[in-house]
């Protein structure tokens, strides 16, 4: 087990350990503390133990309950309809990536899709004060009024580009005696690919990473808090979310991956992560005070992953989705320069610059399956985003489902999804929903038409090519745990019924219930609910009735291709990409 207290000093992080009042006397409005893929199945019962005396503390004087994610219940979808209260059909993020319409390509998802929506924007432009702290799909970051954000993920890991104002880089490397980084690269740890046998070593030197990182986060915030206070602060912890992926099977006997070493190494990392989540609360109300209104998220909970379904094989089996058969023989491009490389000739590629680009074609023997091999004139569907999407003419760039066939085919897929067995001989989809049925607003077009869970989403579905098995069974692949619908919620402040225990809150009710419970207008054009009920009796919400604000600002990414390679290959390690 890992001790959190000794790694604070193992990385020799500098701060000051006297609390003391920061030199604007500030006094927060709200703090929200996000807990990444938190769970109150774990929470409850580690409580119970006597453990999380700081999220205790808030559960027992505050008002708490399930919150339910969104759909897909990832990352990038939950977190942005939890800080629009919006549905995803109106902020335009329904995975890591988008697809890009009118081509069958996809790029990376960024605050451009909806920024001026998020209560940052919105609370900045009423004139209050923004900190923001590693809050996912907040790249590149946005300017806030009077105070500061980093990113959080998808993002380059290092740079300046992460921070406004960038200054604050600097700050970072002061307080870390470093530079700040973001994450872990996980494409070293590749999150999918079953192996014949699991390497225990490999672990470790990720477990030490994640909370090295998070370690040093804590220590951005504890200065922030008292150098930097605003009056909205807000905060996502992401090592509760990365272990429970990648640590799962170790604290699990029904998992297939479950060993008793792996046990006896590892099964108390998920409890660690938790501890250090806790450990992130009480430090910040020990600086912003105890009345300051807290409230603690998280985007979606997690649970074990045991099987894989490979959706382009059934996709293939059903005659949906054709392939050219590999091996087969395919134009290969090559660069002059790369060529006289090869050659030796490295000195050659010099003298003679950019003509070095010059793209030479030469056959190939193409032996891997990959998407490139679809044949879209017989292909009519594919999988696209966790979903299925339909080739559809005059949307694909070679569709061939005409719209006056576009809801039969939808119709047939999901009969014959309904008719899926698990290995185990159940029935495998236990939801299957319409793009329209899920969502509203002009950006449901860019959403797959159809999106399926199964199992309790303890099969997901991978976009491998050339698998003859429909599902594989997880044993030794290092991804072992995967979200589930149940997030948690919490608020702790003045006034509300201590210790009262909510229902059926979603994601998307969190920004107008928070902006409420703060006495701040709710704009109207929000999707979420207000959950008066946070309180015995009441009090009337204000209301802002000013239009919903348009985010069609072109995503001001300085995000070069480099960068979004980099950004996908760790995307790719953690299981989201393939
Ligand atoms: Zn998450």
């Not at 938790?274 to 998280?298: C, M, Q």
């Not at 999804?417 to 607003?441: H, Q």
């Amino acid at each position: 087990m890992m001790s959190v207290e000794g790694s604070v000093k193992r990385i020799g992080i500098v701060y000051s350990s006297s609390p003391r009042l920061s030199s604007h006397n500030h006094m927060t409005k709200l703090a929200i503390i996000g807990i990444d893929g938190a769970t109150y199945e774990i929470i409850h019962p580690m409580i119970e133990a006597g453990e999380l005396p700081n999220i205790a503390k808030i559960l027992a004087e505050g008002v708490s309950g399930a919150l339910e994610s969104e759909k897909p219940p990832m990352t990038p979808p939950a977190w942005t309809s939890m800080f629009t209260g919006l549905n995803p059909g109106k902020h335009g993020v329904f995975h890591f990536i988008g697809r890009d319409l009118g081509s069958y390509q996809h790029s990376l998802k960024n605050s451009g899709s909806y920024i001026g929506k998020d209560i940052m924007s919105l609370l900045s432009k009423r004139g209050l004060s923004v900190g923001s702290l590693s809050v996912p799909m907040t790249y590149p970051p946005f300017e806030v009024h009077d105070g500061y954000m980093v990113s959080g993920i998808p993002m380059p890991l290092t740079g300046d580009s992460i921070a406004w104002p960038p200054d604050v880089c600097d700050d970072m490397h002061r307080i870390l005696g470093a530079g700040y980084i973001a994450d872990v690269e996980y494409s070293k740890y590749d999150g999918d690919t079953e192996t014949s046998k699991d390497d225990l070593s490999l672990y470790s030197e990720l477990r030490d990473e994640l909370f090295r990182l998070e370690e040093q986060r804590l220590a951005i915030q504890t200065n922030f808090l008292r150098e930097r206070p605003t009056d909205f602060y807000f905060t996502v912890i992401s090592v509760t979310d990365r272990c429970q992926h990648y640590f799962w099977k170790f604290q699990d006997p029904n998992h297939a991956g479950y060993t008793e070493e792996g046990a006896k190494l590892y099964g108390e990392v998920i409890k660690d992560s938790y501890r250090l989540a806790d450990k992130f609360v009480g430090e910040a109300r020990a600086i912003i005070g105890d009345e300051t209104p807290i409230a603690l998220v998280s985007d979606h909970g997690f649970g074990p992953q045991y099987h894989d379904f490979h959706i382009n094989t059934w996709l293939e089996q059903q005659g949906y989705l054709v392939r050219k058969q590999v091996p087969y023989l395919k134009w290969g491009k090559l660069h002059l320069g790369g060529v006289l490389h090869r050659l030796g000739l490295g000195f050659v590629e010099k003298i003679i610059g950019p003509l070095g680009k010059i793209p030479i074609y030469r056959p190939r023997m193409k032996k891997k399956a990959d998407a490139s091999d679809i044949d879209w004139s017989q292909t009519k569907a594919f999988a696209a985003l966790h979903g299925i999407c339909v080739n559809l003419q005059n949307r694909e760039p070679e569709g061939i489902v005409s719209d006056d066939d576009y809801a039969s085919t939808i119709d047939e897929i999901i009969i014959k999804l309904r008719d899926i067995k698990m290995p185990d001989g159940s029935v495998a989809c236990d939801g299957i929903f319409k793009k329209e049925e899920i969502y509203s607003g002009p950006r449901t077009t860019e959403a797959p038409d159809l999106q399926f869970q199964m199992a309790g989403l303890s099969c997901i579905t991978k976009e491998c090519w050339g698998e003859s098995e429909l599902f594989a069974l997880r044993k030794n692949a290092p991804i072992s745990g995967q979200h589930r619908f149940n997030g948690i919620f919490a608020i702790s402040k003045p006034g509300v019924e201590a210790g009262k225990v909510i229902e059926g809150m979603h994601i998307q009710d969190t920004a107008p219930t928070l902006l409420y419970a703060i006495e701040q207008a709710v704009p109207a054009w929000m999707d979420g609910n207000i959950r008066g009920d946070i309180y015995a009796e009441p009090p009337e919400p204000k209301w802002d009735r000013s239009p919903e604000p348009q985010s069609d600002l072109p995503a001001s990414s300085d995000t070069d291709d480099a960068q979004s390679q980099s950004i996908e290959d760790s995307l790719r390690g953690l299981g989201y990409l393939q």
